[in-house]
Every structure is written in C-alpha cells, then in structure tokens.
C-alpha cells in the first residue's frame, strides 16, 4: 500500500511528536546548547566584526565561477518550450521544424527522454529535494500550463532559443481546476507543513471574540510572488563514464545529487553537484525540472549541456509564494489584553507538493492572548508547484497578524508598541516550551528612540507636506531558528597552523564563507588567513540545507563536532609532556595557533609544537553534529521590530518608502556587515511585498500571464531608501555562537509596517497586497 504524502507526513509528525514531549520535559544538560558554547565568551576575537567577504576579490574580478560560467570542450546550449494548457494531454508534437533548424543537434520530447523515475518530493526524504513529486518529460501528461515539452540542444544559445520557437503542439484539453474561488466552493482541506496539521486552538476563541469589549476582525489577501533572483536558474551538465556532473545554482548541493541519482536509478556517489557561488536563492534554488532536463538531454546528445532558464521559464517552471486569503480576528480588553486571536484562512497549493503557504506560523509565538484559534485550510489547484519563498509563511503571516495589531491598537487608543508589549508571552503561548533568548521589548525599546517613535502624531491623515500625506507604521518581525538534521564537517590542521574545513554548504550571496572562517578561525584561535573553508560541493561531507535560515546555526553545530574530535586527538598526540597534560576536551579551547586551559590560558600549546612532537604533518577528523533537539526543548525565534515612514501623494495615490528601520534581536551577530546585508536585503524584499510584486493568474487557464521584470515589479535603487538597521546582539545561549539567523527576518513584518505607516498618513487602511496606487485613491 501506497499512503499519499500527507498521510506520510501526518505520521511523521506523529511520531516527532510523542519525541517532541520527551524532549522538552528533558533537563537542559541532555540537550544540545544546554551548556552555553564557549565561543559565546570570546569577546575580542573575530566575532561580530564587520569583516569583508572572503570571496569579494574573486566577485568584483569576475573570476567566481557561477553555474553558467564552467567553461567545457564542446559545450551545446539548450531552451525550455511549455505547455500552454493546465491540463490535459500533448495530442501532437511537431519538432520537425525545430530539428531542421540551423545548428539544432537535438530535440527532447517524452518521446525520446531517457526513462526517469518521478522525484521524490521535499520532505518525503531527508535527502530529497524536488519540488514536486511529478515525473519530468516521460508521457504526454500536462500537469500545469508551462510545463516543459521540448527542450532543444543547439551549438548557441541563440540557435536553441530560435529552434524552441519553431516547437508545434496541439493538445487534448482535460478540465482543470485553476480558480481558487472554485476550488474552495467544493470544500478544503487541513493544510499539513513539516508533517504537523497547521492548526492550533487554545479554548474557545470565537467565544472569547464575541465577548470581548474591542474587536477586530478582518481579511487580508496576499498575491502569488514569484522568485526572481538575478542569477536566472542555472545549470551545466555533462556525463562521463555513467557519473554525471552537475554545475548547478542551488541551495541544496546533496540534496540535489541525492534526488537526481534516485530519478537517473544511478549511485548517489555517480553524481557530483557543484555550486560555489549563486546568484540570489530564497527557496527557489532547489531542484526543478531544469537540472533534470540538461542531465537528461546530455545523455541524449552525449554533449555537455548549459541550461539557463530564460525570465519566463524561470516563471513557468520553478514554484514561487502561493497567494493567502487571512482572516483575523483580536477580542481584547480595554486595556489591550488580548482574550482571542484567530488567525485562519485558504492558500492553494498542488496535488504534487507539500508546501501550503504557512501563515500562521508567526502568530503561535507572538502574543499571550487567552484563547487561539489558528487555522491554514488548502485547495489544490493545476499549476506549477508553489514553494519556499523567503520567510515562507512569516512574510505574509505577519503582514496580516501586525496589520490586526495596528487596527487594534487605533480602536483602543493604545500605542501599537505599547499593546505588543502588554501582550508580551512569557512562555510559548502554543508549544508551552520556554523560550530560548526573547529580547524584543529591547529591540522595540532601541528602535523606537532611534526612530524618534515618540514625534509620531497616532491621528490618522493629520500630517501633510505639500501634496503628500506623511505617516509611521511599526510591525513586529519574526523567524524560527531552525536547524536541520544531517550536519557534518570535516577539519584539517596542518603543522603549520592552517586549518581546512570542508562542508557541502553553500554561498548564496549572504556572507556564509565569510562569517564561517571568522567562527572557524576564532574556535581555532587562528587569524582568518589561516583557515579556508571549502563548501558548494556535493562530495563534501554534511547534508546542509542552505535554507530556513538555518546554515549558520548547522554549520556551526558540524564545526562545534569536528572541533571537539579535533581537541580530543590533539590532546591525545600532547600526551603527558604537555602543559594541557590532564585536561578534558571540554578544558580546553583554541588560542594564539594552539589550545589552552579555559580558566587558565598560561598552560597553552601550539598546534605546531603538539604535531612536531607528534611527528605529524596535519591531522583531519571528521563529525556530525548532535540532532537538533534544542528546536523542541526551547522555543527559539528571531525577533524584530520593524518602523516605516512613508509619503503617500495626495493626487496620485503613489506610495513612497522614506525611511526604514529594522531593530533586530536575532542572538549574536557574527559579522556586522554581512548580516546588515542580509537584514537590508530580507527589508527590501519587504518593500516589493509590500507595495509591488504580484504574480498576474490567470484563473481560466491557469497561466502566468506577467513572466518577465517587466511585468512583475521588485523595487530597484529608486524605490529603496535609506534603510537603518540595529541589533541587540544578546546571544542565544542554546545556540552555536550564541546566533540565530538572519536571513529571512527581513522580510517579515515589513509589509505590515508599510501597511500601516500608509494608515497613519492616510487613513485608508489596505488589506489587500501589494499595496498599489489604485486603492488609495
Ligand atoms: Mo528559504 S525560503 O528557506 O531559502
């Protein structure tokens, strides 16, 4: 018997669950991060300074290899055609035209792709990483309109991308359920996310909403986003002697080789995924049918194959953000208690995947309200499987959960700083679990004096500046810490006090390499030249998925394993002759190229003086981290409070950001400059939430009708302003490095700190994203 995914999942959870309780009723000492990393004590190291990226040189000299740049003998290029129905079944397929084409080597179809098996789907593996579990180009099956049904392999890119246009099909036309309001008319169901319902009720709080004295209760609406990272999706692919390999853009560099060796029926260890340097991920770079495709038509052609997906097929083949319909509902007291928080609604998502939108995520841990009722119902429509996209869940979630706070906040006269903290829980308010590190009154309180929250007028559409309106808006961010099971790294130490540290992680833009020789080299006590730290490649050790936000927090747990392995040899090789004689592993800690005693730095030895001795040239260990129980011990978050000021033009009704700030409380910071980046990075990404992307549906053919950045607007330099950002830096002590992540944060709460900064200057409040001129006109 074969049980649906869902059911799989449910099961899963199941299971994690029972885990789960054991697991917080467990005392500290069992868990990982019960004994604070003594990294967290290093003050003067190389922690939290706003070092320059490691691979800056290598990027501005064009010499960082990307996906498409690994320059291969004989190398053929190839284009994507697509469906142009939802549903139904190719009837003919004419490639004549497109064969016949000038420097067209081949044309792959369903009719002559090798024989694959269907992906295994994120989630139904730890391994696994395809976005949906549909088999790629094996039948005459349409599944989604754009799904690919030629691919063509031709001496130029420009030769594929003329042949591709030459591609003729006809089709048989199967009904397909594309329009979500259809879907929903014949009902929904639970949504399911990492294997547990997304669902939670605490009392009765539709009971509690109708009895309480002040209310809210409203919809907001989110649209489909689709991603749009500057780097288009990548991937160069060739075979030699049955081993593929595969220069690819991804976040997810085992993940990848392992789901490509299950669809080619190959060992896992036959592929080798590649990935130094992407361009831009956010949940969209994992596997999609491209990196199948040029695998497949390499085998076919026996040529390497370079894939770059044009804009559109970017938009027609890899998932973005399904869209949300929210309803929330806040019952409180005079004085802002909070007694009922609703937080339900409807998001579509596929047959083929598991990823409902999760926007109720930031509401089990926000607020201490008495009764809960959060609710994620799904419909599952004939598109392209919808995915991961920054701050899945949290982005949207919190755009309707802060927007309800502000409207509260207006209907009781509270300020909206002041309600959120007299709603401050002490405990996890849905998990029960207490929270590992929570200093959001302190990011709230530093935000707010640096924002000069105290000069804003609460009467909405009171200030005027010529012909714009001028308002501030406030929101609170949030993000879990995540960290996912499967680490490892392995660490070399040479006599000459260098230190190696390979991982199969991966460097996205964000800083990863950077702050990890700055973790490695200050757990080591070398200087940062000392260390090189090699990731992006699928032979190396670890399974890190480069996403959740979580890389830093694995890769540290895997460095923090390795490392302690590393001291116990070293102690072992120091042996009696040594100061460290006598010292346990846990006694001990890298300094000044060499250990020494925590608690006395005088008995110290060089690593070149312990491996001479030794009579070795390096020494290599290799471990894997504990399993990341400390995610259900605690309650673990980061955290921010979020201020917008915009200018809404009074005749026009355009929307201008003019300032922002980010108050961040996300643990120890582990490089200023990198994380500031990320932080203004996940903030901008906010702002074209807020006021521009949308992905046009089309709900009668189910077909994306604005694929190109054109159409589907992301702020540029212009839209951006001055964007501030602040962090607490109070570590986490059950964290590695005391840290959290920081790379989705950004995203949230941003767009309902836009939302309502449009409401104080206006008093129009917009519930429906983007927020675009027509509805404050
Ligand atoms: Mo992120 S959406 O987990 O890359």
């Not at 030629?150 to 099909?169: F, G, N, P, Y």
Request: charged share 20%.
């Amino acid at each position: 018997m074969s049980l649906p995914e869902d059911a799989k999942q449910l099961i899963q959870g199941a299971v994690q669950g029972l885990m789960g309780k054991a697991v917080a009723l467990a005392p500290d000492s069992w868990i990982p991060g019960g004994k604070p990393d003594p990294l967290i004590r290093h003050q003067h190291g190389h922690i939290g300074k706003p070092v320059t990226r490691v691979d800056g040189p290598l990027k501005v000299a064009g010499k960082a290899p990307f996906a498409a740049e690994f320059p291969i003998q004989a190398m053929a290029y190839a284009a994507v055609a697509h469906s142009t129905i939802a549903r139904g079944k190719i009837l003919t397929l004419d490639v004549a035209g497109a064969e016949a084409a000038p420097g067209v080597i081949a044309v792959m179809t369903y009719r002559n792709a090798p024989r694959l098996k269907a992906p295994p789907v994120f989630l139904s593996d730890p391994k696994a990483a395809s976005g949906d579990n549909l088999p790629v180009m094996q039948d005459e099956e349409i599944h989604w309109n754009g799904q690919p049904i030629a691919v063509i392999v031709a001496e130029t890119q420009e030769q594929a991308d003329h042949a591709k246009s030459l591609v003729r099909a006809t089709y048989e036309v199967a009904p397909a359920v594309t329009d979500i309001e259809v879907a929903k008319a014949k009902g929904t169901k639970q949504g399911v996310f990492m294997g547990q319902p997304l669902h939670n009720a605490i009392g009765d709080a539709e009971e509690a909403l109708a009895a309480a004295p002040v209310t809210v209760d409203a919809h907001y609406t989110s649209p489909g986003h689709n991603h749009n990272a500057i780097e288009l999706h990548a991937v160069t692919a060739y075979w030699q002697d049955g081993a593929l390999r595969l220069h690819d853009a991804t976040q997810a560099v085992a993940h990848t080789a392992w789901t490509m060796a299950q669809m080619f029926g190959v060992d896992e260890k036959q592929i080798v995924v590649t990935s130094p340097f992407v361009g831009g991920g956010f949940g969209g770079k994992t596997l999609w049918q491209h990196q199948v495709l040029a695998a497949g038509a390499a085998r076919l052609t026996e040529r390497p194959v370079r894939l770059v997906l044009s804009r559109e097929s970017v938009y027609r083949m890899v998932g973005g953000r399904a869209p949300t319909q929210q309803r929330v509902a806040l019952g409180a007291d005079r004085d802002g208690t909070l007694k009922a928080l609703i937080h339900s609604g409807v998001t579509p998502k596929t047959a083929t995947n598991v990823m409902p939108e999760p926007f109720i995520l930031p509401a089990r841990s926000a607020y201490a309200a008495e009764t809960m009722l959060l609710d994620v119902q799904i419909v599952e429509l004939d598109m392209l499987a919808n995915t991961f996209m920054r701050a899945p869940g949290e982005s949207v979630g919190t755009f309707g959960l802060e927007s309800a706070l502000d409207e509260l906040a207006h209907a009781l006269a509270v300020d909206p700083i002041e309600l959120r903290l007299r709603n401050e829980p002490d405990k996890d308010p849905t998990l029960g679990l207490p929270f590992s590190s929570r200093n959001i009154d302190e990011a709230w309180r530093a935000g707010a004096e640096r924002f000069g929250w105290s000069r804003r007028n609460p009467v909405p559409g009171a200030t005027r500046d010529g012909e714009w309106w001028v308002g501030v808006g406030c929101a609170t961010a949030t993000y879990p810490y995540y960290r996912m099971p499967g680490g490892a790294a392995r660490l070399t130490l040479t006599r000459e006090g260098h230190a190696i540290v390979d991982i199969a992680a991966h460097e996205m833009g964000m800083g990863t390499a950077t702050a990890q020789t700055q973790v490695i080299a200050e757990r080591l006590g070398l200087p940062l030249e000392a260390v090189t730290f090699n990731y992006g490649d699928s032979s190396l050790p670890g399974l890190v998925l480069a996403g959740g936000s979580q890389q830093t927090a694995s890769i540290g747990a895997s460095v923090i394993a390795a490392h302690r392995a590393l001291v116990k040899e070293l102690l072992k090789l120091a042996g009696n002759d040594s100061v460290l004689a006598g010292l346990d592993p846990d006694e001990v800690g890298g300094q000044d190229a060499g250990l020494a005693a925590l608690d006395d730095p005088d008995r110290h030895e060089t690593y070149a003086s312990i491996l001479a001795r030794a009579g070795r040239q390096t020494i290599m260990v290799e471990a894997e981290p504990p399993m990341p129980l400390e995610t259900q011990h605690w309650s673990m978050h980061s955290h921010g409070a979020m201020f917008c000021e915009v200018r809404v033009n009074a005749v026009t009704g355009e929307v201008r950001v003019s300032r922002f700030l980010g108050s961040f409380d996300c643990g120890r910071i582990l490089n200023a400059k990198t994380a500031a980046s990320q932080f203004r990075g996940g903030i901008i990404m906010g702002l074209g939430l807020a006021l521009m992307e949308e992905t046009q549906f089309d709900p009668r053919k189910g077909r994306i009708m604005n694929p190109s950045l054109a159409e589907y607007h992301v702020p540029v330099q212009m839209d951006v302003p001055q964007i501030d950002v602040m962090w607490t830096d109070i570590p986490d002590p059950h964290a590695p490095m005391g840290a959290h992540g920081v790379g989705e944060i950004g995203i949230t709460g941003t767009g309902a700190a836009v939302a309502n900064a449009v409401f104080n200057a206006t008093g129009k409040r917009v519930r429906d994203l983007p927020i675009t001129l027509d509805k404050l006109l």
